[in-house]
């Protein structure tokens, strides 16, 4: 039977880890098809001089921002799940032996 120890590691490195990076996948997702996805079909539909009045505007660099907000906690969150896979495996490997 595993110690108490051993299994809230497993508990935290499901929540923590992997729920976490899926959770923030989603939003990444959702918010590529329903901000830039529609932002640049609606763009692309119109005659505008692409370089000046789509990708230099507001709203863009908005969309932009956000997503890449998306990416960086996405990134983070990995980082971490990856620290609580290392943890994990060196006390499964401990446990084992």
Known sequence: ?????????????YHTGYRQILEIENYYRMNFDNQIIPFLLDAFSKDFDLEEDVFKSEKFRTILQIHLSFLAQKNDA?????KLAIKLDEEL???LQ
């Open 1 to 13: 039977m595993l110690d108490l120890k051993l299994r809230i590691d497993i508990i935290e490195f």
């Open 78 to 82: 990995c980082k971490k799940g990856k």
């Open 93 to 95: 490997k401990s446990y």
